[in-house]
């Protein structure tokens, strides 16, 4: 199973048609592959002051 499929989850990974923000830990190699396949732009991040979930 790829290790992305741990992010798929509104708490570690938000998405739209414009781009999207994942998980902080995730490696370049799930970036890269998740945005050729996505077709987007993708970036890890925080919003939540430094916390690893996106979403409360």
Do not use: C
Not at 33 to 54: K, Q
Request: net charge negative; glycine share 8%.
């Amino acid at each position: 199973m790829p290790e992305y499929y741990s992010f798929f989850s509104g708490t570690y990974f938000a998405l739209s048609n414009i781009g999207g923000l994942i998980h902080p830990n995730a490696s370049k190699k799930v970036l890269d592959e998740l945005s050729a396949a996505l077709e987007v732009p993708l970036e890890s991040g925080t919003v939540n002051r430094g916390s690893v979930a996106l979403a409360p």
